[in-house]
């Protein structure tokens, strides 16, 4: 669980890219990547690059877990089971991201390429244009999807700042 990070309690800060991690868990117990996060964690810089597991290839939150805020970019992460979810990202109920200038780009799950979620998900283009762009699902199921898959009771919000742009292109 949490290929790179596992974090129980509170971190204020991760600085620092997250590049090819997986979780060495094998089955249910192979969530997180990179991170696997069921506590606070205040501030994380950085972008998430060819991490895998079998839910949230780069990131898994659980419980009423909470990510503060989030700056960096997606790529290429990927949740590798064959009922795989959450390709970049996967939140379970009762969690909250806020992601600022994130892009997703070349994710990849059966369930919601990009982000699944059943928690809540902030993305605020603030200083650049986001976009989400070749994330895949390979799963054969109506409403999979490609770039962001909500499910329950789960909430988006969306916010361009500054003249900025979000772009979903999946």
Known sequence: IGGAVFNSG???????????????????N???GAI???GTITSITGD???????RGGAIYLIGTSKIES?????????????????????????TEINLVDSSF????????????????????????????TNNNTTGTATGTGYGIYFAND?????????????????
């Not at 990927?78 to 109920?93: C, E, F, I, P, V």
């Not at 789960?154 to 999946?170: M, P, R, S, Y």
Request: charged share 15%; no cysteine.
């Open 36 to 38: 696997y996060n069921s």
């Open 105 to 132: 780009i070349g994710n990849v799950s059966v369930e919601g390429a990009a982000i699944e979620s059943y928690g809540n998900v902030s993305i605020t283009a603030k200083t650049k244009d986001i976009e989400f």
């Open 70 to 94: 989030l700056t960096g970019d997606f790529i290429g992460n990927q949740a590798t089971d064959s009922s795989g979810r959450g390709g970049a990202l996967y939140l379970d109920t009762g």
């Open 48 to 54: 998430f690059v060819g991490n895998s597991a079998y």
């Open 154 to 170: 789960g909430v988006l919000t969306l916010e361009a700042q500054n003249g900025h742009k979000i772009t979903i292109n999946d």
């Open 30 to 32: 192979n969530y997180g």
């Open 10 to 28: 509170t971190i204020t800060s991760l600085t620092g890219n997250f590049i090819g991690n997986s979780s060495s868990s094998t089955g249910d």
